[in-house]
């Protein structure tokens, strides 16, 4: 496998000035089951809530260290950007977890495990100063990279996904998962051209791709699966990969084959975030979203 540098065909006009925005999203109102009738579908985007506040906290802190590397003064201003962000949506879906301990259902254990992954096994290693720090410092960038195309993927599907609208889902949690998403889109670019700027390798690319993918699947399915075993309103309900598919197939989880295109988008020499999703969209859904502007309830 060859590695040579890569040429991204980079969209210009979809970079953006990127800000930390203030939020609020009230619970009080908002059911267990936010989107009704499907628990299941409900609790596959709850795992959110139990990835994301670890995730983003490594993120910001794996960030911090790699800004003594960045010699390009507009990278590092999307790159400070980009940490403020990500801050501010680990507080936010934190802030889900006591509605959630409210309504019976306590994540402690399951959040428990996904601290470990992102604090002991990818976190900080005890290593010599020089190449082997900064072998594991590009490897976590690069690891960021690949899971930011899938939150990027995530964030466009949620800003049209418009069947979740149409089944009544929860207002304040549409827009909760909506700014998010919206923001995903607008700083998808950031993760991505920070590992060329400072690394680039085709072969880091990739294997660190793997390493992301299967540790998403397999945290996400643990997570579903703890949703469903422990929902104080469900008895021997059980999480199944039909369910899934047929989800997908219905609209209110993004579907089986547009995840399985992904992975060729993401691995094509040529590819770069900025082909795909619209900053646009995102900014008029970040103008015009309550919990971003304000208010708590639409």
């Known amino acids: 496998m060859s590695n040579r540098p890569l040429a991204p065909a980079r969209v210009a006009s979809e970079h953006t ?18 989107l009704p009738g499907d628990p299941f ?17 490594w993120f910001v802190h ?13 990278l590092r201003a999307d790159v400070i950007g980009f940490i403020g962000q990500e801050a501010v949506h680990a507080a936010a879906h934190d802030d889900v977890l006591p509605h959630l301990r409210r309504q019976g259902l306590d994540p402690t254990p399951y959040t428990a495990q996904v601290d470990w992954v992102f604090e002991k096994l990818l976190g900080d ?42 089944r009544g889902a929860d207002p304040v949690m ?43 699947v397999w945290l996400w399915q643990r997570g579903v699966r703890f949703f469903m075993d422990n929902d104080p309103e469900l008895v021997g309900a059980k999480a199944s990969v039909g369910q899934f598919f047929r989800a997908g197939q219905q609209g209110v989880l993004p579907s089986t084959g547009a995840m399985l295109k992904s992975i060729p988008t993401y691995l094509s ?12 969209q995102a900014a008029a859904y970040l103008a015009s979203s309550p919990g971003a ?4 309830r639409p």
Do not use: C
């Open 174 to 216: 549409l827009d909760l998962l909506r700014w998010h998403g919206a923001e995903e889109v607008e700083h998808r670019s950031v993760a991505f051209d920070l590992f060329l700027h400072v690394d680039g390798g085709y072969r880091r690319r990739v294997r660190t791709w793997a390493t992301a993918f299967a540790s998403l």
């Open 62 to 74: 794996v960030f911090k260290q790699v800004l003594p590397h960045i010699r390009d003064e507009r």
């Open 125 to 166: 290693r005890t290593l010599p100063p020089g190449r082997a720090r900064h072998w594991w410092l590009m490897e976590r960038v690069a690891m960021i990279a690949a899971i930011e195309h899938y939150t990027a993927f995530l964030g466009d599907w949620i800003l049209n996904a418009d069947e979740l609208d149409r």
């Open 269 to 280: 020499r040529t590819y770069h975030p900025s082909q795909e999703g619209s900053t646009a």
């Open 41 to 57: 579908a409900t609790h596959t985007i709850n795992v959110l809530h139990l990835l994301l506040p670890a995730g983003e906290r």
């Open 17 to 34: 000035e990127l800000k930390a925005r203030n939020v609020s999203f009230g619970w009080e109102d908002t059911p267990l089951h936010w």
């Open 293 to 296: 502007n304000g208010g708590a």
